[in-house]
């Protein structure tokens, strides 16, 4: 039987999104480009796997922000801002199956633009047009509400000074996951390999939980 995308080589591999066997060849080029992939395609897990795994050098002159370096410290002080924000990204494309990573990216870049312009005084917020950018942007958003409120319920911080800082690392997290998605990205149009990456922190079904009852996989 002949490939139903390439009419010419044989066909090897059942396809869930084509509901169908196709060729393994189409199978690789068209992978989250004209095929779109459902996240528990075994062909597309092993090549999402495959990508994490696989050494590569980073290439920091191609990402947003490239003039702001995030040093591992700040990681790992912050991790459960860092985690707050990776769950309303997951969450909110769990329920959006429409989203790919350039959404994320959209979304993360604009609102870490906006907490620039904030840290330094000025306030100037340019939200993305686009639906499901603008649901995500939103999602995080809340969840930076969310953590605020939470943080100085447990620390009594309510000073201004106080909330400046706390901007600033909201700023700062926000730039690095925009950075990191930049560099984990595939780079296909229907592409979420950044979401996968993101996904790997949570355990399955965890997206069904309050925020608030985020379990980490061990």
Same mark, same amino acid.
């Given at each position: 039987?002949?490939?139903?995308?390439?009419?010419?080589?044989?066909?090897?591999?059942?396809? =869930?999104?084509?509901?169908? /066997?196709?060729? !393994?060849?189409?199978?690789?080029?068209?992978?989250? #480009? /004209?095929?779109?992939?459902?996240?528990?395609?075994?062909?597309?897990?092993? !090549?999402?796997?495959?990508?994490?795994?696989?050494?590569?050098?980073?290439?920091?002159?191609?990402?947003?922000?490239?003039? /702001?370096?995030?040093? =591992?410290?700040?990681? $790992?002080?912050?991790? @459960?801002?860092?985690?707050?924000?990776?769950?309303?990204?997951?969450?909110?494309?769990?329920? %959006?199956?429409?989203?790919?990573?350039?959404?994320?990216?959209?979304?993360?870049?604009?609102?870490?633009?906006?907490?620039?312009?904030?840290?330094?005084?000025?306030?100037?917020?340019? =939200?993305?047009?686009?639906?499901?950018?603008? #649901?995500?942007?939103?999602? +995080? @958003?809340?969840?930076? $509400?969310?953590?605020?409120?939470?943080?100085?319920? @447990?620390? #009594?911080?309510? !000073?201004?000074?106080?909330?400046?800082?706390?901007?600033?690392?909201?700023?700062?997290? +926000?730039?690095?996951?925009?950075?990191?998605? /930049?560099?984990?990205? %595939? #780079?296909?149009?229907?592409?979420?390999?950044?979401?996968?990456?993101?996904?790997?922190?949570?355990?399955?079904?965890?997206?069904?939980?309050?925020?608030? %009852?985020?379990?980490? +996989?061990?």
């Amino acid at each position: 039987m002949a490939c139903p995308i390439c009419e010419k080589r044989k066909a090897k591999r059942f396809c =869930p999104a084509k509901a169908a /066997t196709i060729c !393994s060849v189409c199978c690789g080029t068209e992978r989250e #480009g /004209t095929i779109d992939c459902p996240p528990d395609c075994p062909y597309l897990v092993a !090549s999402r796997e495959y990508e994490l795994k696989r050494e590569h050098e980073e290439d920091w002159s191609r990402v947003p922000f490239a003039e /702001t370096k995030i040093s =591992p410290a700040f990681i $790992e002080a912050h991790e @459960k801002l860092f985690l707050r924000l990776s769950y309303a990204l997951c969450a909110y494309a769990h329920n %959006n199956r429409l989203v790919v990573d350039a959404d994320v990216l959209a979304a993360l870049g604009s609102l870490a633009e906006a907490y620039r312009t904030l840290a330094s005084g000025i306030y100037y917020e340019r =939200p993305p047009d686009y639906t499901l950018q603008r #649901g995500l942007y939103e999602a +995080l @958003k809340s969840a930076i $509400e969310d953590y605020k409120k939470t943080e100085t319920r @447990k620390t #009594g911080l309510v !000073s201004v000074g106080d909330a400046d800082i706390r901007d600033g690392d909201i700023r700062d997290a +926000l730039i690095f996951l925009a950075q990191i998605g /930049t560099l984990r990205t %595939n #780079g296909r149009p229907k592409g979420r390999a950044y979401l996968y990456f993101l996904g790997t922190q949570f355990r399955p079904g965890e997206f069904a939980r309050p925020a608030s %009852n985020i379990v980490l +996989l061990p």
